[in-house]
């Protein structure tokens, strides 16, 4: 059992930029893989950035070259950073955990364990 806890999210304007961070203690990073997804209000909940445990990175084409996601295997926290944010990055964030390899990384149905998301709001 995994509990995730994300922070960093909150209001900014059009362009601004926001870190969130996604804490999951006593975790090996390097054994699982992670990602961060997103949900706007009435849609369905999409991938946004995942780091596998074998390092590889994918972004959905909506924010590459404006998000970069990472991760501190020291002290079990990975990193979303929003860049050149617009209002239809709006939306609760949450970071997810894979147990078994994933098939598709930015696809919801392969996360085992979610955070209890975090709200982003880009004003225009």
């Known amino acids: 059992q995994f509990n995730l806890v994300e922070s960093g999210g909150g209001s900014v304007e059009s362009g601004g930029s926001l870190r969130l961070s996604c804490a999951v203690p006593g975790y090996p990073y390097d054994t699982y893989s992670m990602a961060w997804f997103r949900q706007a209000e009435n849609k369905e909940r999409e991938g946004v950035a995942s780091?596998?445990?074998?390092?590889?990175?994918t972004y959905a084409d909506s924010v590459k070259g404006r998000f970069t996601i990472s991760e501190d295997s020291a002290k079990n926290i990975m990193f979303l950073q929003l860049n050149a944010l617009t209002p239809e990055d709006t939306g609760m964030y949450y970071c997810?955990?894979?147990?078994?390899?994933?098939?598709?990384?930015?696809?919801?149905?392969?996360?085992?364990?979610w955070g209890t998301g975090i709200p982003v709001t880009v004003l225009s």
């Open positions: 780091i596998e445990s074998d390092g590889s990175i």
């Open positions: 997810g955990l894979a147990v078994s390899p994933l098939v598709d990384p930015l696809k919801a149905d392969y996360m085992d364990y």
